[in-house]
């Protein structure tokens, strides 16, 4: 769902969901731009969703495969991609799905927001 900052509200506003990789799924690189990103891995193999993050040396939301920061990560597993980053999910398993809750956090507006 997404709730909305108002333009005088002193909460920031989310959008939540989530997401299914099947195996050997991936999940193209994507920019937060002002945004937080939030995940649970709620389930997978263990040791085989890799999140891979920019390198802080790379312009702004830029994810090069070579210079990128991998984990490996299981069920009960929570990571954050900061604003000005970018990020990749890779489902390295070859039998078992990788399901992920997500919580996209938008800046106060006047914050970075719109």
């Not at 299914?20 to 193999?45: N, R, Y």
């Not at 299981?74 to 399901?99: C, E, M, V, W």
Request: hydrophobic share 30%.
């Amino acid at each position: 769902f997404n709730i909305p900052s108002g333009e005088n509200d002193i909460l920031v506003g989310f959008i939540m969901g989530n997401l299914t990789l099947p195996p050997k799924g991936l999940k193209d690189s994507e920019a937060t731009g002002t945004c937080s990103q939030v995940f649970t891995v709620c389930s997978c193999q263990p040791s085989s969703l890799e999140v891979a993050y920019g390198d802080p040396q790379e312009e702004e939301g830029t994810l090069r495969p070579e210079t990128a920061q991998r984990f490996l990560l299981s069920a009960g597993d929570q990571f954050r991609i900061p604003p000005g980053n970018a990020y990749q999910l890779k489902n390295h398993s070859n039998t078992t799905d990788s399901f992920l809750a997500w919580t996209i956090i938008r800046p106060r507006r006047g914050h970075g927001g719109t």
